[in-house]
């Protein structure tokens, strides 16, 4: 995790770290996402987005590659979409769609695309059924009809504004539940791969004294990649060790290494993690 200094303010850039599939491996199918809005990175709104998206791209076969938090300045947003479009196969943004002044998302990635901004039709017709008896369709609820020309849009069951899809960019709600909505509205409409299996294992151990064991038990199981979540409870240092592979049985043989490395060391372990 770092921040980058931009020309208006700090950007949060979260990286994972997971590397790059051996020669001959199965493609595995990638994703980032820019989170906007400068209530984020005022920390007056808590971010929940991130860890729902990361987790529906798990299921499709999508690994979450990296997240970028970019203020509500559209220099900044067309800078994220643009690096994110160059790296991985899918990108998401999430904030900056409603419908004040303010919400310049669809605007900015107009721009980064290099399209006009147009009135989707279906999206109008949307917004007119759902504010028949809610006061009708004015000028502020009209915008949420608008898109980067050429996109679709995204079902959205928990209000009358859609999401937008343009190629392999989605465009979603910056409120968590409509988000989670849209998701579904997506599920196995997108390529993906195998998805990740995960095995966890907790112990009351130093990272320091265990720290060849778990390097070991990732290399001798191919495919297989291990972290090390560190902790400080009950006065003792410990940590959560997770293993995930795109096979369960893999992920089950390293796990099954890894605590017998904790036990000869002289450690106990706690299956599924300690909480």
Same mark, same amino acid.
């Given at each position: 995790?770092?921040?980058?200094?931009?020309?208006?303010?700090?950007?949060?850039?979260?990286?994972t770290d997971a590397p790059s599939p051996p020669s001959g491996s199965p493609?595995?199918?990638?994703?980032?996402?820019?989170?906007?809005?400068?209530?984020?990175?005022?920390?007056?709104?808590?971010?929940k987005n991130i860890a729902q998206i990361a987790s529906w791209l798990n299921v499709q076969g999508i690994r979450l590659r990296e997240v970028r938090v970019?203020?509500?300045?559209?220099?900044e947003i067309v800078a994220a979409v643009n690096a994110?479009?160059?790296r991985y196969d899918y990108i998401f943004t999430t904030g900056g769609i409603g419908p004040t002044h303010d919400d310049i998302t669809v605007d900015a990635i107009a721009k980064a695309l290099g399209v006009g901004v147009v009135i989707h039709p279906e999206a109008r017709a949307t917004l007119e059924r759902y504010y028949t008896d809610r006061g009708g369709l004015n000028e502020g609820r009209l915008r949420m009809a608008r898109v980067p020309d050429g996109a679709d849009l995204i079902p959205n069951p928990m209000s009358g504004a859609p999401g937008i899809r343009i190629g392999n960019l989605f465009i979603m709600a910056g409120v968590p539940h409509i988000t989670a909505g849209m998701l579904a509205g997506l599920d196995g409409s997108l390529e993906g791969g195998a998805p990740l299996q995960s095995v966890t294992l907790?112990?009351?151990a130093p990272e320091s004294e265990i720290a060849a064991m778990l390097e070991a038990a990732e290399r001798n199981h191919n495919g297989c990649q291990v972290g090390s979540y560190p902790f400080y409870?009950?006065?003792?240092?410990?940590?959560?060790?997770?293993?995930?592979?795109?096979?369960?049985? !893999?992920?089950? $043989?390293?796990?099954? /290494?890894?605590?017998?490395?904790?036990?000869?060391?002289?450690? !106990?372990?706690? $299956?599924?993690?300690? /909480?």
């Open positions: 995790m770092t921040l980058r200094e931009g020309r208006n303010g700090l950007s949060l850039v979260v990286m493609r595995i199918w990638t994703a980032g996402i820019a989170i906007i809005g400068d209530e984020i990175l005022s920390g007056r709104t808590q971010d970019v203020p509500d300045v559209e220099d994110l479009r160059a907790g112990a009351f409870r009950q006065g003792k240092v410990g940590g959560n060790f997770v293993v995930r592979s795109t096979s369960l049985a !893999d992920a089950q $043989a390293c796990a099954a /290494e890894i605590a017998a490395g904790l036990v000869a060391l002289g450690y !106990d372990y706690v $299956a599924g993690g300690i /909480e």
